[in-house]
């Protein structure tokens, strides 16, 4: 079901290879060679996709179910939990399939659909962390105003553009990727069709495309992550012009769990393109990822929902209450 998913996608967008590379398909070497080893991968990665699974799907019919939960900031973390677990559903399952039938292969076509709705989802997750601190920031700087600016209407229109310039940069993604011209069949030192080890391996010349695909990465990497320094230095100020001990940990506690979050987004991030670029083995670096691309999605739900009092109300409430009955 997982793998086809991956069909599914090639399908939607098609994306069959137009006579512009030599090769049918590509070797994913994943993180192992060793046969006992890949048999506790899979054991290993299964249980984390099935847990990134359920705690995702867990704050989505929370976030349904409540009306108390009907508010922006859960309406945004409700697309996150859904970003997150597409985000695992692009890489994982195909990588299990590999493991269970011990094959490395994944065809042209599904390496660059692989490749495109990744980056679709990468971006949107970054996207969605940058609007989660500006929710962050109206409503601790600007809490009277709070509902008038982050109305319905609005909080849909962020979610909308971040969707639609993420469709964008992994549509400019699969354009530069489907015009290069691979000569042979080729190995990808990786889990998944990593854009980094893709570009290293066309027998034609790259650095257009290099400097192209930078350029979106630093956009989409530097400027957020700009946004939300400067939101949260505007979210200090504010918390430290509070006079009570108890206000100050109030408010910053309403937005504690998305600082932790996007500490460990871009911080598993920053670590996988310095391992990459520090280490002369690439398969480091695709251990490296699994940070990023597996445990990251899995921790979220759980850093939410333990720090989150409504979370955890809502937990306690979806408890059979034998008592009242």
Same mark, same amino acid.
């Given at each position: 079901m997982? *793998?086809?998913?991956?069909?599914l996608c090639k399908?939607?967008?098609?994306m069959?290879?137009?006579n512009l +590379?030599?090769v ?7 993180l ?7 048999l506790l991968?899979f ?8 847990v +990134?699974?359920l705690g ?7 976030v ?8 922006p900031m *859960?309406?945004?973390l409700?697309?996150l939990?859904?970003t997150?677990v597409?985000f695992?559903?692009?890489t994982i399952?195909k990588?299990l ?5 011990h ?5 042209y076509?599904? /390496?660059l659909?692989?490749l +495109?709705f990744?980056?679709?989802?990468? /971006?949107l997750?970054?996207l969605?962390?940058?609007v989660?601190?500006y929710?962050?920031?109206v409503a601790i700087c600007?809490?009277l105003?709070?509902?008038?600016i982050m109305?319905p209407?609005f ?5 909308l553009v971040?969707f639609s310039?993420?469709l964008? #940069?992994?549509?400019?993604h699969y354009?530069v990727?489907?015009?290069? #011209?691979f000569c ?7 889990f998944f /069709?990593?854009l ?9 010349? +790259?650095s257009?495309?290099n ?6 990465? #630093?956009i989409f990497?530097v ?5 939300i320094?400067y939101?949260y230095?505007?979210?200090?100020s504010?918390?430290m ?6 206000g ?6 309403? /937005?504690?769990s998305?600082? %932790? %979050? %996007?500490c460990l987004?871009?911080g598993?991030?920053?670590?996988? *393109?310095?391992?990459?670029a520090t280490?002369s083995s690439?398969r480091?670096?695709?251990v ?11 921790l979220n739900?759980?850093i ?6 409504d979370?955890?109300?809502?937990e306690?409430?979806a408890k059979?209450?034998i008592r009242?009955?």
């Amino acid at each position: 079901m997982a *793998y086809s998913f991956i069909d599914l996608c090639k399908c939607s967008i098609n994306m069959e290879p137009q006579n512009l +590379t030599g090769v049918s398909e590509f070797l994913l070497l994943g993180l192992s060679d060793d046969p006992e080893l890949q048999l506790l991968l899979f054991g290993l990665f299964l249980s984390m996709y099935l847990v +990134t699974i359920l705690g995702n799907l867990l704050i989505l019919l929370a976030v349904i179910s409540d009306s108390h939960l009907h508010s922006p900031m *859960y309406f945004f973390l409700s697309n996150l939990s859904l970003t997150d677990v597409s985000f695992s559903t692009i890489t994982i399952p195909k990588m299990l399939v590999n493991l269970q039938t011990h094959s490395k292969s994944i065809t042209y076509a599904g /390496c660059l659909a692989q490749l +495109t709705f990744f980056s679709l989802f990468v /971006c949107l997750e970054s996207l969605l962390l940058i609007v989660m601190a500006y929710d962050r920031l109206v409503a601790i700087c600007h809490p009277l105003h709070y509902l008038v600016i982050m109305n319905p209407s609005f909080c849909g229109l962020l979610v909308l553009v971040s969707f639609s310039i993420s469709l964008l #940069t992994s549509l400019i993604h699969y354009l530069v990727m489907s015009q290069l #011209t691979f000569c042979a069949e080729v190995e990808i030192p990786h889990f998944f /069709c990593d854009l980094s080890q893709l570009l290293n391996l066309p027998c034609s010349d +790259t650095s257009t495309n290099n400097i192209l695909i930078y350029f979106i990465g #630093t956009i989409f990497g530097v400027i957020p992550l700009s946004g939300i320094l400067y939101s949260y230095t505007q979210i200090m100020s504010s918390i430290m012009r509070i006079s009570s001990l108890g206000g100050r940990y109030k408010a910053f506690s309403t /937005c504690g769990s998305h600082l %932790v %979050v %996007v500490c460990l987004f871009y911080g598993t991030g920053l670590g996988v *393109y310095l391992s990459s670029a520090t280490s002369s083995s690439s398969r480091k670096g695709a251990v490296a990822s699994v940070m990023y691309a597996v445990v990251t999605p899995m921790l979220n739900p759980f850093i939410y929902s333990l720090r989150n009092k409504d979370i955890k109300r809502v937990e306690n409430l979806a408890k059979p209450n034998i008592r009242s009955k």
